[in-house]
Structures are given as C-alpha cells and as structure tokens.
C-alpha cells in the first residue's frame, strides 16, 4: 500500500493478534478487500509482546489453536500440554505464513486516531504521522491486555540497574544468573516469571502487595501416544469448549459444595488441586464462586495446601490471600510457585506491612529497608479491556468521542458494537464473552458472527450499520445482571476495571461478560436468526 495515501478498503481491522488475524483470514475469504494495521514488527499480538520468561498458557494447548482448519489441526504439533510463549508465537507465525496473511498487514504502524464520516459512511484511521487509510468498516482486533501500566512510584526512572515490564520484554536474552532481582506484582503474570527468575538469580525479592490464590498447573511435554489421542479428539475437544461456561475443557459440576458431606467436598477439591489446567476455578461445584460459604470451604483447603507446600509459616501466612475468596479473582496457574519460597535466594517482602516507598538508583526502598538490586522487573498489569481502545482517539456520528461515552462504564451490544459508532466492531471487546474466556474458542465465534453480519449487509446492499440503542440498553444491563450473582464483584481486580495505578480508575466498572459462553452464543445466533432486528441498517 502507498502510505500516506488515502486508499479504500471494504475492512480495515487494527491487530495482528489470535483475532485479528482470523478476522483477515475470514473476510479475505469471503472476497472483502482488507487491510491489517499492526503496532508491533511481527504477528501474535499478546504472544508477541508478552516474551519474559515463564510466559506460558494456562489453557490446554490444543484447546487454545485455531479450530477453523482440518489442514492446520493436522499439520501442527504442540510440544506441551500447556505451551511456553516461544511455541505459540511459532504457531502464531506459522498460520499466518501458511494462509498467506502478511501481503494484507502493515507491521510497524500505531493507530492513533479514527473517525467516522457520517456523508460517506467511511471510517478514516491515522496514525502520529497522519491519514493512513479509509474502509467502509473498522475492526478493533486490540486486544484485552495490551497496555502494560507501570506502578506509581516515586523514583522509577531513577533506577540505575535493567528494569523490564513482563508486557515489553527485550528480544533479546536476558539473565539473571550473578544478580539481585526484584519482581514488583504477583499476578498471573508475576506468578509465571517469579518461577523462572528464582532458578537462576543471585538473590530473588518479590514485592508482594496482594497475594493471589494460585493452583497448580500440571504442565508436561505431549508424549507420541497423546498426540495421536488429541488428533483423533479434537472435534470433542472443541464440542465440549463450545458447551462450557468459558469455553474450556473444565465443565463445572452441577453440585453444590454445601450439599454433599465434608469428605467428598475434600475429595473433590483434591482431585481438581492434582489435575492439570484451571479445574480447580472451572470444574468446581457450581456455588463456590457464588456463595460465600462455599468459597470459603475451597479457600480454607487451598490455604491449607500453600501451608503444607511452604516451610516458613509467617511466609505462607503472606502469600494466603486475606481480602479475597478463591477464584473471585483471575486465577494464577503455578509450577511450584509456592516452593520457590522455600530457597535460601528468594526473600518475600510483604509490601502492605512495610510498603515501598521509593525506587532508587540502586534499588528500592520501603519503610524497612533499601533492597539493593541489578534489576526490576515490573509484572504490575495492563490497563485492561478498555486500554487499548482508550489509546486511539476513536470519534464515531457527530464527533461523538468513544472514551466519553463510556465514562460511566462500556456500553455494548454483546461486546460488539457501540450506539453512535455505525461500522464500528470490537473483537474481545468489553462486555464481550471473549474476555472471560479460553479466548481463541470465544473469538472465532464473534470472527464468524460478524463476519456473516457483514456479508448479510453486502448481499443487502447496505453500507451503514449500527445498534439501536434499546438492543445496547438491554445487552448491558444483561452483562451486569448475569454479573452481580458473583463473588468476583465484589473484588477489585482488573476484571472490575480498578486499577490504582491509572487516575480516576477506583471505581468498579464490570468490563467482562460472566454470563458464560453458551449463552452468549445462544443471543448472537438469536441475533442473526432474526433478521438483525437489534441493527439500524441503512
Ligand atoms: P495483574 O493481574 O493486574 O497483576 C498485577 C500485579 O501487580 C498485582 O499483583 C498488583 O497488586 C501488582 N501491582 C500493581 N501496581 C502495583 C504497585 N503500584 N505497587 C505494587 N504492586 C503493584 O496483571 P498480570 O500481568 O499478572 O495479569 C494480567 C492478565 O494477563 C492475567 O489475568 C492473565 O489473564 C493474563 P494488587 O493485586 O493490585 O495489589
């Protein structure tokens, strides 16, 4: 494409992440002329920039690739039952290689701004440079953990050492070997890295400020046998994600953990605590993250296990969480997390005790003592769900601004599209069932919806879509009833859009859809059965 040319595509969709690329893939096929902006140099989204040590998925490799391709499913292997970031970026790069979808894509380019131009229904997207392109449709493919936030603390920039975010992480190899290090943040995140540092750092200092309830992962190399197994199983695999709550393999037990005796609840839980993935979170009894009471039961076993795994009691009483119940947060899967508290070179530091007051030049400082270090690596999260879209100045019908609109929390229909935003879609977008979902299951369903919508449109001869206001109504106060039943409301967490290191971002604002994949779908398909109905066509 000549750059800085205003060139005129039917789509122009923004990230060359898991839904991105299918969409590209979709539409092309559908005879759609597409083009694909990209930020980063290459393909893979979150597996393209989130590269620090450790990185990994929680969910069962062969449930997260791609289903759409017989061919593809054939052709790739995965190494593990839960693959480390390198694999799946290889994967990643693999499809779009073997689909041919780099000729579309345009790497390097940040979307900064869009907007819509209500005379010839176009949307004009630019970049810090200026116009970059027109489409009569604009697909944001961004992303729901994009923007790495960084802590607000005094000093940061004056640390003289290696200092990394886990969501910017070098190309390059990084080691730890001969140095101190510190990791600020005990998510999924740091939770992942904090495994792989302790291996090989001098001395580890994890500053922790709220502990997570972890489970353990159960990860293994895939043997010959398995493969073969997981080749022939994969329409099962996929039909069972289609029906679970968030399109995992784990399917949660329709029993109630009050109503059956003490010893089964312990044997169930023990059952799940020794199987791979998240069925402690997924396959539980279906009350325990609805009713305190049952909760409280699995956290009481799960404090128990962090008890017996770690050596030190005062150090396992900080890493059990006090403020939360198990799972009403995002849930970090571990392998022998817990044990790496029993090392002579890793130090806990509870930073709600002696909190950090200062990075330094040479390390950071709470109100106890200067941790001296050689490095600081950041695992303090995203500016979630909304991020990325909050980056773009994205203007729809009347100059109306997106980020104003939603001041007071998103408003959607199914995560989708926004009222006064016509030719606008959002693929994991807020309020969507990709973000509380084994995402690639949940995105190639929203792919495949919109773009059957956007084929209904042509063979209709139509060039503006947009939701009535009363579908988006509905669909929002659907996504926060569905929500309020849950335990996790109640919790601040990125889930609920809290995040203390961004200003005016105290308040709890729902970002997900909890009201499970199956009926999510069951709405889309209600959707397109009726004629599009919800959709002001014109
Ligand atoms: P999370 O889950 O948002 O975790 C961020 C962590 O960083 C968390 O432990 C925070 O503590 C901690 N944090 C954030 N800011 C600070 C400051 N200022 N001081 C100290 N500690 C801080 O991000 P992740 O990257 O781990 O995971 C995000 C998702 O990516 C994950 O859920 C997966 O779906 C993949 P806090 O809990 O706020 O006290």
Request: aromatic share 10%; net charge neutral; proline share 4%.
């Amino acid at each position: 494409m000549a750059a800085r040319q205003r060139a005129d595509y039917d789509v122009i969709i923004i990230g060359a992440g898991v839904s991105g690329l299918y969409q590209l893939y979709r539409l092309r096929e559908r005879g759609f002329r597409v083009r694909l902006f990209e930020a980063g140099s290459g393909v893979g989204g979150t597996w393209y920039w989130n590269r620090y040590p450790g990185a990994r998925f929680d969910s069962e490799s062969y449930s997260y690739g791609y289903s759409f391709s017989p061919e593809l499913l054939r052709e790739w292997n995965w190494s593990e039952h839960f693959a480390a970031q390198p694999e799946t970026l290889r994967y990643l790069e693999f499809v779009a290689d073997k689909f041919d979808l780099r000729r579309d894509i345009t790497f390097d380019t940040r979307i900064t701004a869009a907007s819509f131009d209500a005379a010839t229904d176009t949307w004009t997207v630019h970049d810090s440079a200026g116009l970059l392109a027109a489409a009569r449709f604009l697909i944001m493919a961004v992303g729901a953990l994009t923007v790495p936030v960084m802590p607000t603390i005094e000093g940061v920039d004056s640390f003289k050492g290696e200092a990394h975010h886990t969501a910017r992480w070098p190309h390059h190899p990084v080691s730890f070997s001969a140095k101190r290090v510190g990791v600020i943040g005990t998510g999924a995140t740091g939770v992942q890295v904090i495994q792989e540092v302790a291996k090989s750092a001098q001395h580890l200092t994890v500053f922790q400020r709220t502990p997570n309830w972890c489970a353990p992962l159960h990860n293994r190399p895939i043997t010959d046998a398995e493969q073969t197994h997981i080749r022939a199983g994969y329409a099962e695999t996929f039909a069972i994600c289609r029906e679970s709550f968030a399109a995992f393999r784990h399917v949660s037990d329709r029993r109630n953990a009050l109503d059956v005796s003490a010893e089964e609840r312990e044997a169930m839980y023990q059952k799940l605590y020794d199987s791979p993935g998240f069925g402690l979170w997924m396959a539980n009894f279906r009350d325990v993250l609805v009713k305190p009471e049952a909760n409280k039961t699995l956290s009481d076993f799960v404090a128990r296990k962090i008890r017996e795994r770690v050596r030190d009691q005062a150090t396992a009483a900080k890493l059990i969480p006090s403020n939360h119940g198990f799972g009403t947060r995002r849930v970090p899967l571990e392998t022998r997390y817990y044990e790496v508290y029993n090392q002579a070179n890793v130090e806990l530091i509870d930073i709600r005790a002696t909190p950090i007051e200062r990075v330094t030049a040479d390390g950071i400082q709470t109100t106890a003592a200067l941790h001296a270090l050689d490095m600081i690596i950041y695992a303090t999260g995203f500016d979630a769900v909304l991020g990325a879209l909050s980056k773009i100045e994205i203007r729809g019908r009347d100059s109306q601004a997106l980020a104003a609109k939603w001041s007071g929390g998103p408003r959607t229909l199914l995560g989708m599209m926004s009222a006064g935003f016509p030719n606008l879609f959002f693929l994991v977008g807020p309020h969507s069932a990709a973000t509380f979902c084994n995402m690639p299951r949940c995105i190639e369903h929203s792919v495949e919806w919109l773009t059957a919508l956007l084929e209904h449109l042509r063979t209709q001869g139509k060039h503006r879509v947009e939701t009535r206001v009363e579908a988006e109504d509905a669909w929002t106060s659907h996504v926060h009833e569905s929500a309020a039943r849950l335990l996790l409301t109640q919790v601040d967490s990125w889930f609920m859009g809290v995040n203390r290191n961004l200003p005016g971002r105290d308040t709890r604002h729902f970002l997900l859809y909890a009201g499970g994949f199956p009926t999510y779908r069951r709405r889309c398909e209600e959707i397109a059965l009726g004629g599009y109905a919800e959709l002001a066509v014109a």
